[in-house]
């Protein structure tokens, strides 16, 4: 039902009858309204939820999801309205695997983090460009969640050096997205080497690394797999050749 904007609440209604569904995408639906989110609620079997590009959705209507004890993938994108509130309503979400704020909840603060550091399942966290009132000081939520294997946080202006020790403690990162945080430098990146598993990272647009943190990295993370650097602008061929004892690097 992807990108029926005339899903509304009586719609829902008569989604909630499908007692065994198990995944429900309504994005972009511009009309379903909180009494819309208590009927789904009543899903019994539900795992996946996609919402993303409800620019209506507030924190009511997450509120009314409490009862889907099952649901392990949400899908917040662009969803513009969320506040703390709303990610309150979330953490009791206790099955959560995988979420994404992706490019909305510009309302979210530190106090919203500190609410999703209560999902200890949580694998996968999807933070790019959102959550514009979080501070680096609320990042330090983040190493809660320590079942974290992927974690985005792609163009979020608060991602600086004094970010990058939180992120470090996240021991079983498989996947990490730093791209587009111009702040950070070699001191901060250097503290990536304790990401040991790491398999793909993301450093586009990282204007101040240089030669010697990627060194450095690529001595740490023998398994890397996936490493972008495009618009890394002070690397040179010093870094490539650190790069080419990555064995296992195939992008």
Not at 81 to 89: H, R, V
Not at 118 to 132: A, I, K, P
Not at 147 to 171: F, I, K, Q, S, W
Not at 231 to 242: F, K, P
């Amino acid at each position: 039902m992807r990108q029926c904007p005339w899903v509304g609440n009586l719609e829902a209604e008569s989604i909630a009858t499908c007692r065994s569904l198990t995944c429900l995408d309504i994005s972009c639906s511009s009309v379903i309204g909180p009494a819309g989110f208590a009927a789904i609620a009543q899903l019994p079997c539900l795992t996946n939820l996609e919402l993303a590009g409800l620019d209506k959705l507030v924190d009511a209507s997450l509120e009314n999801l409490a009862p889907l004890s099952s649901l392990q993938t949400l899908n917040l994108m662009l969803c513009y309205n969320i506040t703390d509130l709303g990610l309150k309503a979330v953490a009791q979400l206790s099955s959560l695997t995988t979420l994404s704020l992706a490019d909305g909840c510009e309302a979210v603060s530190n106090s919203g983090l500190r609410a999703l550091s209560g999902l200890q399942r949580l694998t996968s966290l999807n933070l790019s460009y959102s959550c514009w009132e979080v501070t680096p000081e609320g990042m330090e939520h983040l190493t809660a969640l320590t079942a974290l294997t992927d974690l985005n946080v792609c163009g979020c202006y608060m991602v600086e050096d004094r970010v990058m020790p939180y992120l470090a403690h996240l021991t079983r990162l498989q996947r990490l997205d730093i791209s587009e945080c111009e702040p950070l430098t070699d001191a901060g990146v250097r503290h990536l080497t304790r990401l040991t598993g790491l398999q793909a990272l993301d450093l586009c647009w990282g204007f101040q690394i240089t030669d010697a943190a990627m060194a450095d990295l690529a001595a740490a993370m023998p398994g890397l797999r996936t490493l972008l650097l495009n618009r890394c602008s002070l690397l040179t061929d010093e870094a490539a050749v650190a790069i080419a004892t990555l064995r296992h690097l195939r992008e």
